[in-house]
């Protein structure tokens, strides 16, 4: 089965960037989804790869995919305070169609001032 | 599009009482998702329908959760005889495939249970 493994905290100084890491353990075609929560929050898709992928860049977020480590990468540049937040990575196997995510328990970011 | 949608927001109970959530997806969406996050744990997921049809379900905590949408739209999720444990977040997500071939979920603010 599936298992996705996050560190569980992060702090970085605001406008210093900040590199969330995840572990996935599934060996067949899969996404590989980044989430933000906020606090009392549902989750808020942030961007996602396919495992044939090795980067992905869209504004402040960059992903990077190791396909042979199995480690997934979230860079976010010039980290606000609004970034705080708890991300959740996930992976979605393709095989089946079903494509139910497995969520990692989340890196609780903290950005100082 | 106004989003996932999900009713009560809040939901406190006594054990052994039966509780029933309401999710309403983004319109054009055809999957549902029904989760559950307990405090410091990522989604785990329940069940979920493609149109009105549940296509997994083995993954129901047991049998006292059910789910259902019955005409494709939105769904209800109920847990009979609720117990302590039950209590955490219920969260709702919808999707359709992308151009990708990706299913993009996008989640409800979810239900929180509490049951005393």
């Known amino acids: 089965g599936e298992d996705v493994e996050q560190s569980l905290f992060l702090s970085v100084r605001e406008g210093d960037s900040s590199v969330i890491n995840c572990t996935y353990t599934?060996?067949?075609?899969?996404?590989l989804y980044w989430y933000k929560q906020e606090p009392g929050a549902g989750l808020q898709l942030l961007t996602y790869?396919?495992?044939?992928?090795d980067m992905k860049q869209d504004q402040r977020l960059t992903v990077l995919l190791n396909k042979k480590d199995k480690h997934l990468s979230l860079r976010i540049a010039d980290t606000q305070t609004g970034d705080s937040a708890i991300y959740f990575c996930?992976?979605?196997?393709?095989?089946?169609?079903?494509?139910?995510?497995?969520f990692g328990r989340g890196t609780s970011l903290i950005v100082h001032p | 599009d106004t989003g996932v949608s999900q009713d009560p927001r809040h939901k406190i109970t006594k054990r052994g009482q039966n509780v029933t959530f309401r999710c309403d997806p983004i319109?054009?969406?055809?999957?549902l998702y029904w989760y559950r996050q307990t405090l410091g744990q990522g989604p785990e997921f329940l069940t979920y329908f493609q149109n009105e049809a549940q296509l997994e379900k083995s993954r129901l905590l047991s049998d006292r959760f059910s789910a259902e949408r019955p005409k494709g739209s939105f769904s209800t999720l109920e847990i009979q005889r609720t117990e302590q444990g039950d209590s955490a977040m219920y969260l709702c997500?919808?999707?359709?495939?992308?151009?990708?071939?990706?299913?993009?979920?996008?989640f409800g603010p979810g239900t929180r249970l509490t049951v005393t």
């Open positions: 319109s054009e969406h055809n999957r």
């Open positions: 790869i396919f495992s044939n992928m």
């Open positions: 996930a992976e979605s196997p393709t095989s089946g169609g079903s494509y139910i995510p497995t």
């Open positions: 997500a919808s999707s359709r495939p992308s151009g990708s071939g990706a299913y993009e979920q996008y």
């Open positions: 599934d060996s067949s075609s899969t996404y």
